[in-house]
């Protein structure tokens, strides 16, 4: 299979004109196109700090965290420049725009509608819910604008290679994601082929995905990372204050991001120092003790630091209209450089390897995996025997069977 080619970002201004013109010539609206040409921009003023770099995935994670960090906080905000940067990298990598939205209204091609509609006519009578339709619909219709847009109008010029780069295209995704749509896309072909809207079993190149949730080893920071991080952070501005308390109370609970992000002012008992909430994962009460860092933390952020709005939420948005908080997981990459802790591009480093350094740090001080699955709000011990692969030390101390 091809791999992808290289782009270096100084080229991203014959890329950013290109994809102008194209939007244009799809009807895109020019209020649109001027939104997205802004965040291009930026991005290029930004490629310009670090010249001769490629144009990947990592340069786009790293410019969305230096430059859109606190805008990503927003909904709305978030979508838009995702989307403007997920578009140009798509567009020099495949000189493909990729719709985002499909409705039964959407239209395929003149030229391709035969094959995508007649399969969807004939999915839709095996009743599947609504839901289900409108997910088919979107996986095909992102085949089909790929097909469209490199100039295929007939499914006879479509080859192993067609199929393989367009695979090459889905590797932001996820494995279930992937997995689900190679096999519409093999169906839908196979279809194709048993109905005689093609003399060619076009299916045969589309490989078989295995959808295996594999379990993962959790990326944890250790102790001294915690301190770094913590001391790096600036307790003086308003946005520090609530940083600093978030990071606290992720790495002295173990609470995650998304029960951090939904926590109002009635899951703190003051007077008996416990914090209690339900847990979005699971909807399991969890009652926890809050040590007096965290409780002083807490209170600095909401005398010092956080903007008046009616939200219950004790952690919000430091943009106007001062809103929940959309995401917190981007707030740790950019404190990590701040600190100068340089993580390996394999290790995974959200807010969750607070969560995972404190359930290590409790394993190798013997305390009992009942004892960490209760303060981490398992309702399975299994869940928890995962960081028994974390703490080596540890295992020639367990009776625990688990496969390294």
Same mark, same amino acid.
């Given at each position: 299979?091809?791999? #992808?080619?290289?782009?270096?970002?100084?080229?991203?201004?014959?890329?950013?004109?290109?994809?102008?013109?194209?939007?244009?010539?799809?009807?895109?609206?020019?209020?649109?196109?001027?939104?997205?040409?802004?965040?291009?921009?930026?991005?290029?003023?930004?490629?310009?700090?670090?010249?001769?770099?490629?144009?990947?995935?990592?340069?786009?994670?790293?410019?969305?965290?230096?430059?859109?960090?606190?805008?990503?906080?927003? /909904?709305?905000?978030?979508?838009?420049?995702? $989307?403007?940067?997920?578009?140009?990298?798509?567009?020099?990598?495949?000189?493909?725009?990729? /719709?985002?939205?499909?409705?039964?209204?959407?239209?395929?091609?003149?030229?391709?509608?035969?094959?995508?509609?007649?399969?969807?006519?004939?999915?839709?009578?095996?009743?599947?819910?609504?839901?289900?339709?409108?997910?088919?619909?979107?996986?095909?219709?992102?085949?089909?604008?790929?097909?469209?847009?490199?100039?295929?109008?007939?499914?006879?010029?479509?080859?192993?290679?067609?199929?393989?780069?367009?695979?090459?295209?889905?590797? $932001?995704?996820?494995?279930?994601?992937?997995?689900?749509?190679?096999?519409?896309?093999?169906?839908?072909?196979?279809?194709?082929?048993?109905?005689?809207?093609?003399?060619?079993?076009?299916?045969?190149?589309?490989?078989?995905?295995?959808? @295996? $949730?594999?379990?993962? @080893?959790?990326?944890?920071?250790?102790?001294?990372?915690?301190?770094?991080?913590?001391?790096?952070?600036?307790?003086?501005?308003?946005?520090?204050?609530?940083?600093?308390?978030?990071?606290? @109370?992720?790495?002295?609970?173990?609470? /995650?991001?998304?029960?951090?992000?939904?926590?109002?002012?009635?899951?703190?008992?003051?007077?008996?120092?416990?914090?209690?909430?339900?847990?979005?994962?699971?909807? /399991?009460?969890?009652?926890? =003790?809050?040590?007096?860092?965290?409780?002083?933390?807490?209170?600095?952020?909401?005398?010092?630091?956080?903007?008046?709005?009616?939200?219950?939420?004790?952690?919000?948005?430091?943009?106007? =209209?001062?809103?929940?908080?959309?995401?917190?997981?981007?707030?740790?990459? &950019?404190?990590?450089?701040?600190?100068?802790?340089?993580?390996?591009?394999?290790? &995974?480093?959200?807010?969750?390897?607070?969560?995972?350094?404190?359930?290590?740090?409790?394993?190798?001080?013997?305390? =009992?995996? =009942?004892?960490?699955?209760?303060?981490?709000?398992?309702?399975?011990?299994?869940? #928890?025997?995962?960081?028994?692969?974390?703490?080596?030390?540890?295992?020639?101390?367990?009776?625990?069977?688990?496969?390294?």
């Amino acid at each position: 299979m091809e791999g #992808t080619k290289k782009v270096f970002t100084s080229e991203l201004q014959t890329y950013i004109s290109e994809l102008k013109e194209v939007m244009y010539q799809k009807g895109y609206s020019n209020c649109q196109i001027q939104t997205y040409s802004k965040i291009w921009n930026n991005m290029q003023t930004y490629a310009k700090s670090q010249p001769n770099q490629e144009f990947t995935e990592n340069f786009r994670q790293q410019f969305l965290q230096d430059v859109y960090a606190e805008s990503l906080e927003n /909904r709305d905000s978030m979508y838009r420049i995702t $989307r403007a940067t997920n578009m140009l990298s798509d567009f020099t990598q495949f000189h493909v725009i990729f /719709r985002q939205y499909c409705t039964s209204k959407t239209i395929f091609s003149e030229e391709l509608k035969d094959i995508f509609v007649g399969f969807l006519e004939e999915e839709s009578h095996r009743h599947f819910t609504e839901k289900t339709m409108k997910s088919l619909r979107i996986r095909l219709l992102r085949f089909h604008d790929y097909l469209y847009d490199i100039g295929i109008r007939d499914f006879r010029s479509v080859s192993g290679k067609t199929i393989n780069l367009y695979i090459l295209s889905l590797a $932001r995704f996820s494995t279930t994601y992937v997995s689900e749509t190679l096999r519409e896309i093999r169906r839908m072909l196979k279809w194709a082929f048993d109905n005689q809207y093609i003399d060619i079993q076009l299916a045969k190149y589309v490989p078989h995905v295995k959808n @295996i $949730r594999q379990q993962k @080893i959790p990326s944890t920071f250790t102790a001294a990372e915690i301190d770094q991080i913590l001391s790096s952070v600036d307790r003086a501005n308003p946005i520090g204050k609530r940083n600093y308390a978030i990071f606290l @109370i992720a790495a002295k609970l173990g609470i /995650r991001s998304s029960d951090i992000r939904s926590l109002t002012f009635s899951n703190i008992d003051w007077d008996k120092k416990m914090i209690s909430f339900s847990q979005k994962k699971t909807g /399991r009460s969890l009652v926890l =003790p809050m040590p007096d860092d965290v409780g002083w933390a807490i209170i600095d952020y909401l005398k010092n630091g956080r903007p008046e709005t009616n939200v219950k939420n004790i952690f919000v948005s430091h943009q106007y =209209p001062y809103g929940e908080l959309s995401t917190i997981g981007n707030i740790v990459p &950019r404190q990590m450089r701040s600190a100068g802790i340089k993580a390996p591009a394999n290790r &995974r480093t959200g807010m969750h390897a607070f969560r995972h350094g404190l359930a290590t740090r409790m394993l190798e001080n013997d305390v =009992p995996l =009942p004892i960490i699955a209760q303060t981490l709000g398992h309702a399975d011990i299994s869940s #928890t025997e995962v960081y028994l692969r974390i703490s080596l030390k540890q295992l020639s101390k367990c009776g625990l069977e688990v496969d390294l």
